[in-house]
């Protein structure tokens, strides 16, 4: 890559990591996933900078390449693979899964704007977030959080409006199904 064009991937880089870390943390729940989510994506944008930088969108191309790097990342074997203390296989509860997102979804960086308001809402979004299906989570993140158009993340997402559509009704129906309607409508007052 040439000085200059290091120089403008760089002043990108700066100027757009941390938006694009806080949405790979609400695709994913866990800050450390979301930093290789977003450094993996970073990579890739390197790789192709000179050819994508001539391009008008140049947060679009990357935040399509973030959603497809979280879904590539959910497809995985190796992400479904489960870590055990060695206890008997099986005796696992969902509590000490809810505490495994609970301890990582507060080890964000300090000052994000994102951990500011109250601790115990966010985290009961991210609790929930993470047992929505990862392509509707992805079209709530991009439609409510990045306040991206039904158009804009089809393009992102590359599949139809009418599936982006789907997906996001599926999505709210899913966190209606387990917020319930009166704390989704509390939740949306107050973020």
Excluded at 136 to 141: E, I, T
Aim: a neutral charge; hydrophobic letters at 35%.
């Amino acid at each position: 890559m040439l000085k200059i064009d290091e120089a403008s991937y760089r002043e990108f880089v700066v100027a757009r990591r941390r938006a694009l870390l806080r949405t790979a943390f609400l695709l994913c729940g866990d800050w450390h996933l979301a930093e290789d989510l977003v450094q993996e994506t970073l990579a890739k944008l390197y790789v192709s900078w000179r050819r994508v930088q001539r391009r008008d969108e140049m947060d679009g191309y990357v935040r399509k390449a973030l959603v497809n790097t979280y879904i590539d990342n959910r497809r995985r074997p190796w992400r479904r693979e489960q870590v055990t203390d060695g206890s008997l296989i099986g005796s696992g509860d969902r509590d000490d899964e809810h505490h495994d997102r609970s301890s990582r979804a507060h080890s964000g960086p300090a000052g994000d704007p994102a951990h500011m308001g109250d601790p115990s809402l966010r985290q009961r979004l991210v609790d929930v977030l993470a047992d929505v299906p990862p392509r509707q989570r992805a079209a709530l993140v991009l439609r409510f959080w990045e306040d991206l158009s039904v158009e804009q993340v089809a393009g992102l997402m590359n599949c139809s409006e009418g599936t982006v559509k789907s997906q996001t009704a599926r999505g709210l129906e899913r966190l209606r199904d387990l917020l319930g309607t009166d704390e989704l409508a509390e939740m949306k007052e107050q973020l």
